[in-house]
């Protein structure tokens, strides 16, 4: 194993690791920062083995996006359709794609309306003592999630 230091929108850096036989890609807070992001999921189907799995994970809802989003980088969220569609365009199998984090809709949307570009330490601090609340609704499935998490297996 081996790590390297390349632009992830460049296709042609992946060819540095061409030879890896790589059978797992997880892509965790990557898509929603790359200008074109499509060329990304392609470039990660032409390095995966056939079998090999991708995992992705992103921000959901576009109507969340806020000056959060801006000060992360983050260029825009995504619906499960939207998501299922670039993995699959890309030559992927979607095994699955679920919402996740649920409970923290509530204060990324507070700090939306308010304008914030960060989370607080204090609302950190309260996420945390919700956490078991937030666990239940996990469980549960209730309401929407702040984030997408996607399994997909090249053919």
């Known amino acids: 194993m081996r790590a390297l230091k390349f632009d992830l929108a460049n296709p042609a850096a992946y060819a540095e690791v061409a030879d890896?036989?790589?059978?797992?890609?997880?892509?965790?807070?990557?898509?929603?920062?790359?200008?074109?992001?499509?060329?990304?999921?392609?470039a990660y189907h032409d390095l995966l083995q056939p079998g090999g799995h991708l995992i992705?994970?992103?921000?959901?809802?576009?109507?969340?996006?806020?000056?959060?989003?801006?000060?992360?980088?983050?260029?825009?969220?995504?619906?499960?359709?939207?998501?299922?569609?670039?993995?699959?365009?890309?030559?992927?199998?979607?095994?699955?794609?679920?919402?996740?984090?649920?409970l923290a809709v509530y204060g990324w949307s507070w700090n939306k309306q308010a304008g914030r570009r960060q989370v607080s330490s204090w609302q950190l601090r309260v996420y945390g003592w919700l956490l078991p609340i937030a666990k239940v609704v996990e469980t549960m499935k209730m309401g929407r999630g702040l984030g997408l998490i996607a399994v997909a297996r090249k053919r």
């Open 20 to 42: 890896e036989h790589v059978d797992t890609i997880v892509c965790q807070n990557v898509l929603e920062d790359a200008e074109q992001d499509e060329p990304l999921l392609r």
């Open 56 to 102: 992705v994970l992103v921000p959901a809802h576009m109507d969340l996006f806020s000056p959060a989003d801006e000060a992360l980088g983050h260029k825009r969220r995504y619906s499960q359709t939207e998501l299922h569609t670039k993995i699959q365009n890309a030559g992927f199998d979607v095994v699955k794609i679920e919402e996740f984090n649920r």
